[in-house]
Structure formats: structure tokens, C-alpha cells
């Protein structure tokens, strides 16, 4: 069965009740398809970006620690749901979603001995669950976030702003806005090629409509 890499986006843990819901949604579906959680870095990772204004820290440092962010919120999310399993390793994640668990990836281990990515803020979690679905060779990712997806410009600043339905990644290099991607992700999908949603984890229902290989309200990111 092909498995599908869910990036948590730390935004979720602004709406307690939600975040719940949607853990115990994934643990439902979880019975039918293999789903891997990657926890993005939230508040966590906003801490290490203050301090890394503060200190200057070192590039490496500061990468480590937001790795160590994503760790946080991970263990937050398997508090959340006692059904999950924390995995650590690409061996343990593979028994582990062999047991149809709903698992949940701690990158700091795999991310510290193979620091595969460059050490900068232009990576962040969307980017690591890129490269953790391509170590699995996952079919696609879906970046759950708070919003319904990539938008032409900031939804929360700009009423009225578009949904991007379906963008390819060269496109999305190009765009001069920020979005909720991370710099690195559009780069890093044209070199490991999976199929990319952005989709909002308010509605999960939204989740179980990608799963089931149906259209729903979300951005596509293509990868040429
Ligand atoms: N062009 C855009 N399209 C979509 N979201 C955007 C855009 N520009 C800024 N955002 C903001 O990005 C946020 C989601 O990204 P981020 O803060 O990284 O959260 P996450 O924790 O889900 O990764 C949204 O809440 C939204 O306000
Ligand atoms: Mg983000």
C-alpha cells in the first residue's frame, strides 16, 4: 500500500479542540491507508528563531535546535493520541506502519547523522518531510496547515486573497511571495518528484477526500 507523509503544521496547536479532532480523524484513517505524521515546528521552533536573533547563532545550531522543535511537537501530538507509535528510524517506522499504527516521526536522529539538508531557515519541517518521504519512497505529502492551502498572497492579511489550486514547483520558486511552504521545498520537489498537497488540518474531512484519490479544496504542487 503506498504510504503518505503528513506534515502537522505547528499552527494547529493555535486551536486545542481541532488539533484533537483531527488526531483522532488520522488515527481512524489510519486503519485503511499507511499514514506517516511528520510534526512540523511551531511555537518551538519560533523560540530557537528569537533566540537565534539574539545569540547569532551558528547556522548548524540553530538548524539542530529547530530539528529538536519538531521533536517537541511531536511528542505533544503522541500525548495527544495514545494511539499513535513514535518512531525514530526508517527501520522502526516501516514495522511500525506494518502494524498499521499511526506513526509519528521524531527527525532528530535520522536528521543529526545524515544532516542531509542545508543548515539554514530556508529549510524547515516542510522541507525534512520531503526528504523523509523520499528516504520511504512515500507517494505523496500532504502539508497540513492552518489555511486552505497556497494562496497569491497572505489569506490572513489580505481578504479576498486567492487559492492557488494547483501550482507546479518550478512556478512556486518563481512566486515573490512568501507562502506557508518553507524556501528549500519547491527546489527539493523537482529533485525527488512526489505528489504534493497543501490542505487545511481544520477539516479533516478534506484529508480523507486526498486519501481517497477525490478532489477537494486544497493546492496541488506539481513537480516539474
Ligand atoms: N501566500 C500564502 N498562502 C498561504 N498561507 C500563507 C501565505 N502567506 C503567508 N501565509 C501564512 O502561512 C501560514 C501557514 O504557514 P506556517 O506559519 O509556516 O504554518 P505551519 O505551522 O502550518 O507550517 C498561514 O497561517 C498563513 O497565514
Ligand atoms: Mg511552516
Redesign the pocket.
Known sequence: MALTVL?L????ANNPEKLRFLMEKLVELSSQYLLLIVP???EFADTVRSLDTRFNLSPKAAHRMAILAMDQYGLLLADLSPKTTVVRTFEDTKISLKLSNLSIFLPSSIMFSEDPLENSWNI???SISLYIAHRLGAQQVL?????D?????????QYG?KLIDKISANQLSKLS????V?AAFSGLLMKWPTVCY?VNGLFPERIETILAGKKTLSTLITNQ
Open positions: 506534515k503544521g505547528g499552527s494547529l512540523g515546528g511551531g524547515t519541517s516542510d502539508l497540513i496547515t492552518d489555511v492551502g497556497v494562496f497569491e498572497s497572505d489569506p490572513k492579511q486573497a511571495v512568501r507562502t506557508s518553507d497543501v
